[in-house]
């Protein structure tokens, strides 16, 4: 079982900051990699599939990016709505599997 | 539109069984592959069982032969059926469905249930 790595656990800036999430793979992924954004009380909802591919209606402020074993979700100018919970979580290999989760928080 | 309802959650003892429910409508439930996917509190999330559109049919280790997946085409519907519940089974269970891509399923989650509570206690 891959087991995906995220970093920082917590993540803490200001509205109209620059993000930057990252998630490690323990083997290679290729691309197989997405993100998703959960908030408390709310099923998680998807950002990006196969690493840099934005989900639809995702605002283009949310950005993917890496392969292999490395990934990063940019987003590049904070909005209040973006405080949450992101999770990414692989295909490449059975079964799916999630990363702990970097928790963003407003500063 | 695009909706998941689950349903059939509770509190349940150790030892119980519980039978969830998601009712889908907006899409045809039987020519996606559908998954269930659990989140213990406060926790993180663990893929927890999908049946392929062709009735493939997959389960994690943590729940292998205590839980079955099954879906009804007429009522559109995905299910998921507890037995031999524990305690670490308590969890906010979601149905969720696999992405399309150029008409391939790709193991990715694009559509979420809002999630229906299991607690298993004694």
């Known amino acids: 079982e891959i087991v995906l790595t995220q970093s920082p656990a917590t993540l803490s800036l200001s509205p109209g900051e620059r993000a930057t999430l990252s998630c490690r793979a323990s083997?290679?992924?290729?691309?197989?990699l997405a993100w998703y954004q959960q908030k408390p009380g709310q099923a998680p909802r998807l950002l990006i599939y196969?690493?840099?591919n934005r989900a639809t209606g995702i605002p283009a402020r949310f950005s993917g990016s890496g392969s292999g074993t490395d990934f990063t979700l940019t987003i590049s100018s904070l909005e209040p709505e973006d405080f949450a919970v992101y999770y990414c979580?692989?295909?490449?290999?059975?079964?799916?599997?999630f990363g702990q989760g970097t928790k963003l928080e407003i500063k | 539109e695009v909706q998941l309802v689950e349903s059939g959650g509770g509190l349940v003892k150790p030892g119980g069984s519980l039978r969830l429910s998601c009712e889908a409508s907006?899409?045809?439930?039987?020519?996606?592959?559908m998954n269930w996917v659990r989140q213990a509190p406060g926790k993180g999330l663990e893929w927890v069982s999908c049946?392929?559109?062709?009735?493939?049919?997959y389960y994690a280790d943590s729940v292998k032969g205590r839980f079955t997946i099954s879906r009804d085409i007429a009522k559109n519907s995905l299910y998921l059926q507890m037995n031999s519940l524990r305690d670490e089974d308590t969890a906010v269970y979601y149905c969720?469905?696999?992405?399309?891509?150029?008409?391939?399923?790709?193991?990715?989650?694009?559509?979420w249930g809002q999630g229906t509570l299991v607690t298993v206690s004694s």
């Open positions: 969720a469905r696999d992405l399309m891509v150029r008409g391939v399923l790709i193991n990715t989650f694009d559509y």
């Open positions: 049946i392929s559109d062709s009735s493939y049919i």
């Open positions: 979580q692989q295909r490449s290999n059975w079964p799916p599997t």
């Open positions: 907006g899409f045809t439930l039987s020519s996606y592959r």
């Open positions: 196969d690493a840099s």
């Open positions: 083997q290679s992924l290729s691309s197989y």
